[in-house]
């Protein structure tokens, strides 16, 4: 899916959810590359106020300074979402939420879980890791990088259930035998196994190698089996 089409789909749900009714759930985008993400996300923020004909003024900003988010920035931050906007709503954006402390994310639980009629709230992260599941449930996750391919293989979800649990080696069988397999198979194996670790909130450490590893993949820089076996000597 190239870049253009999948802001377009983004926008269309967000869009409906807009027409649907308050109170709007926060989004947290997910991206390896956070710069673009940023910058993608504010792309779309945009299209958004151009389509309801929202005052630019009417987006809040807390920038990735690569610096760790601070409890007393992010409640003057959130203290602006207590002022109503004269439109029909605006947006508050915190760029790498995952550089917040475990104070600041206790300080906005309340924020992102009732954000006030009016108010959006976007967030972005290069993965979920490092964010507490308190956070989590609280948030609509959008996977940008994989957001094309989000269905599960049910045939990969149970190798990797019946590796997981009973240490059956089928899976070994599968990856490791002569016969060539597609590089898109070793794609869908582990975007499959990403979903099966964010069910199942087990070897939630893995996340972000399992992600680089689909990276890596798509851009041919490395050996598919080498990257499966590596993740299947860490379980």
């Known amino acids: 899916m190239n870049q253009q089409k999948m802001n377009n789909d983004i926008f269309q749900k967000l869009k409906q959810k807009i027409d649907t009714g308050w109170i709007f759930q926060p989004v947290l985008f997910l991206w390896e590359n956070k710069e673009l993400l940023n910058t993608q996300v504010k792309n779309i923020i945009f299209e958004l106020f151009e389509h309801y004909q929202i005052d630019k003024n009417n987006l809040f900003v807390f920038p990735d300074n690569n610096e760790k988010i601070k409890i007393h920035e992010l409640?003057?931050?959130?203290?602006?979402?207590?002022?109503?906007?004269?439109?029909?709503?605006?947006?508050?954006?915190?760029?790498?939420?995952?550089?917040?402390?475990?104070?600041s994310f206790n300080a906005s639980l309340k924020f992102l879980e009732e954000p006030w009629e009016g108010n959006i709230v976007f967030l972005t992260s290069h993965s979920e890791s490092g964010i507490p599941e308190t956070v989590l449930s609280r948030l609509q996750v959008i996977d940008t990088l994989h957001s094309s391919k989000k269905e599960k293989n049910e045939f990969f979800f149970l190798l990797i259930d019946e590796y997981i649990q009973k240490k059956n080696v089928n899976i070994m069988k599968y990856f490791f035998q002569d016969k060539k397999i597609e590089k898109q198979e070793y794609i869908d194996f582990l975007q499959t196994f990403l979903l099966y670790i964010k069910e199942n909130l087990v070897y939630t450490e893995l996340l972000d190698q399992?992600?680089?590893?689909?990276?890596?993949?798509e851009k041919n820089n490395v050996l598919p089996k080498y990257e499966i076996d590596k993740l299947l000597l860490k379980i």
């Open 75 to 103: 409640r003057n931050f959130i203290a602006q979402s207590y002022i109503k906007s004269n439109y029909q709503f605006q947006v508050f954006f915190i760029e790498n939420i995952s550089r917040a402390t475990w104070e």
């Open 210 to 217: 399992v992600s680089q590893s689909i990276l890596l993949i």
